[in-house]
């Protein structure tokens, strides 16, 4: 097998760190690392007053706005009743106008007497339609304050609630970063949080052979805690960027068979398989001494070597099937 060597590092699938949307004092943590934690749990109480007095002081305006629009003493009330009462005054100087004008076509009465009615009837009727404008206005600005003072309630009370972090999914606590009374910003993770029950293999991969590698591709694992087995995993995602700090490139690949117990953080080494041989000549690479010779009965003979994995080499030239090699 011709295969590709890299690094390994065991890792929670789905694994974040938390945040917290608001900057506090962490008034209590209420889970401890190792706990199961099921989605949308509390996990982190902080606390901040200065939303709980933002609160209250939208509770306060919404209170003022709602009494301002339905309440008995109202403005628009106010305003009803002068508009009712301008109404009586255009009513009776409407009358006194139109009975005016028919006297004043009979020739009865003077001219300035109809003009005077004429005036009259026309500041009532103006009065009587700004009142009315004036109601539409104020309905619509006491109705826009409303509004505006329920949405900054509701936003309050988010923000409230955001000082109680949740866990995103369903997993375990891997770590806790903070302890009560410590001052902690939104930029700073609180918490570790992944799957309990399903985990990723990370592979760092150097830049020369990132191009050969495909996603399904065969990855035999070894890790340092299992020294004396190998497992089987694929490749599942390749990631496109580079790491500038290392001049690697990240791998993942997903057991086929797995490890009865898995901890976040074991490590390890991988050989994802780029190509197959059938019916080679293989030693274990134990066998191997400097200089790329092995042990047999004649002495140390030179061999050629071709594709390797973790634990077996291909012997090209140098011995066969039947030469006996000893392990030094």
């Given at each position: 097998m011709e295969c590709v060597y890299s690094s390994v590092t065991i890792q929670p699938d789905s694994v974040y760190n938390v945040h917290s949307t608001v900057?506090?004092?962490?008034?209590?943590?209420?889970?401890?690392?190792?706990?199961?934690?099921?989605?949308?749990?509390?996990?982190?109480?902080?606390?901040?007053?200065?939303p709980k007095l933002n609160l209250k002081n939208s509770e306060l305006s919404l209170q003022l706005a709602h009494e301002n629009?339905?309440?008995?003493?109202?403005?628009?009330?106010?305003?009803?009743?002068?508009?009712?009462?301008?109404?009586?005054?255009?009513?009776?100087?409407?009358?006194?106008?139109?009975?005016?004008?028919?006297?004043?076509?009979?020739?009865?009465?003077?001219?300035?007497?109809?003009?005077?009615?004429?005036?009259?009837?026309?500041?009532?009727?103006?009065?009587?339609?700004?009142?009315?404008?004036?109601?539409?206005?104020?309905?619509n600005q006491l109705k826009t304050a409303l509004k505006q003072a329920e949405n900054s309630y509701r936003v309050s009370q988010i923000n409230t609630k955001d000082f109680t972090v949740k866990s995103k999914i369903k997993g375990k606590v891997y770590a806790i970063y903070k302890e009560p009374g410590e001052l902690i910003s939104i930029q700073e993770p609180l918490a570790l949080i992944g799957s309990s029950n399903r985990f990723l293999i990370e592979m760092l991969v150097d830049e020369v052979d990132i191009v050969r590698i495909r996603e399904n591709m065969d990855v035999i694992i070894k890790l340092d805690a299992y020294k004396e087995q190998t497992f089987s995993a694929k490749v599942s995602k390749i990631y496109p960027q580079k790491d500038e700090r290392n001049q690697t490139f990240k791998v993942e690949a997903t057991f086929i068979n797995a490890p009865e117990v898995l901890y976040a953080g074991l490590s390890g080494e991988a050989n994802i398989i780029i190509k197959k041989k059938e019916n080679v000549l293989t030693i274990p690479k134990s066998y191997l001494t400097e200089g790329n010779q092995v042990l047999t009965k004649n002495g140390l003979v030179t061999v050629k070597l071709g594709l390797e994995n973790i634990e077996f080499i291909e012997v090209i030239s140098g011995i066969d099937e039947n030469t006996y090699i000893y392990k030094e």
């Open positions: 900057s506090g004092i962490i008034e209590n943590v209420l889970v401890k690392e190792g706990t199961q934690v099921a989605r949308n749990q509390d996990i982190i109480q902080i606390i901040n007053n200065t629009y339905f309440g008995k003493a109202t403005i628009l009330n106010t305003i009803k009743d002068e508009i009712a009462s301008a109404y009586l005054n255009y009513k009776n100087d409407s009358i006194n106008f139109f009975r005016q004008k028919n006297l004043w076509q009979q020739k009865i009465g003077s001219n300035a007497e109809y003009d005077a009615r004429k005036l009259k009837y026309e500041l009532s009727k103006n009065n009587l339609y700004l009142l009315k404008n004036k109601y539409t206005q104020t309905e």
